[in-house]
Each structure stands twice: as structure tokens, then as C-alpha cells.
Nanobody, 123 residues
Framework: QVQLVESGGGLVQAGGSLTLSCAASGRTFRYYAMGWFRQAPGKEREFVAAITWSGGTAAYADSVKGRSTISRDNIKNTIDLQMNSLKPEDAAVYYC????????????????WGQGTQVTVSS
């Protein structure tokens, strides 16, 4: 079992930066690929970024590629998502996810989910 708790959301101006964090509990955390998703009102949950269990490979949605960085710390059991040059369309509830593979964690079929953290971007 892996439990996930997101933090770091809030209100930020367009063009600003924000770092979201996800704290994981469970001894098997280091064996899971981890990802971030987001869901805006009236829209489906969409993939944002993911990272392998080792941290050696990352994947990003085209919408955030080049202005976001995902990282993990397997000692602290945390993953972060740093987002720069934020746009109003980045506003959403951001969710942390865990799955057994990078391929799986880029989909909504991930094994574990956090409760989400709200990101609001003012224009």
C-alpha cells in the first residue's frame, strides 16, 4: 500500500512558478513509478508528468514540457513537480499518482492516488 499526500498548491500569478510536493508513505514507495495529473473544472483528468522508480527517466505532457521538472527523493519518500511560466490554463487540481511502471503511471489506471492540491493562476 502507498498513501499519497500532495501539498504546495495555491494562488500564483501568470508567469510565476510553483513547486508541488507529494509525500508518500509505505515501504515499497521506491519501487513505484510516480506521476502528476491535473483536472480542471468540467474537464477530464489529464497526465502532466511522470518519473521512474529510480528517477532516471521522466516523461512530460506537451502542455508542460520545457517549463516543468519532476523529481523524486527515495530517502524522503517525496516527489516534486516544479512548474515555471505558469499560464491560466495550468489552473487545476493536481493529483499525485503511483503505479508499477512508467507506462502505467502516465495513465489514469494508476494504482494509487492522492487527494489533490488546488493550483490557481491569475492572469
Amino acid at each position: 500500500q502507498v498513501q499519497l499526500v500532495e501539498s504546495g498548491g495555491g494562488l500564483v500569478q501568470a508567469g510565476g512558478s510553483l513547486t508541488l510536493s507529494c509525500a508518500a508513505s509505505g515501504r515499497t514507495f521506491r519501487y513505484y513509478a510516480m506521476g502528476w495529473f491535473r483536472q480542471a473544472p468540467g474537464k477530464e483528468r489529464e497526465f502532466v508528468a511522470a518519473i521512474t522508480w529510480s528517477g532516471g527517466t521522466a516523461a512530460y505532457a506537451d502542455s508542460v514540457k520545457g517549463r516543468s521538472t519532476i523529481s523524486r527523493d527515495n530517502i524522503k519518500n517525496t516527489i516534486d513537480l516544479q512548474m515555471n511560466s505558469l499560464k491560466p490554463e495550468d489552473a487545476a487540481v493536481y493529483y499525485c499518482a503511483a503505479a508499477r511502471s512508467l507506462a502505467q503511471v502516465t495513465t489514469t489506471a494508476s494504482d494509487y492516488w492522492g487527494q489533490g492540491t488546488q493550483v490557481t493562476v491569475s492572469s
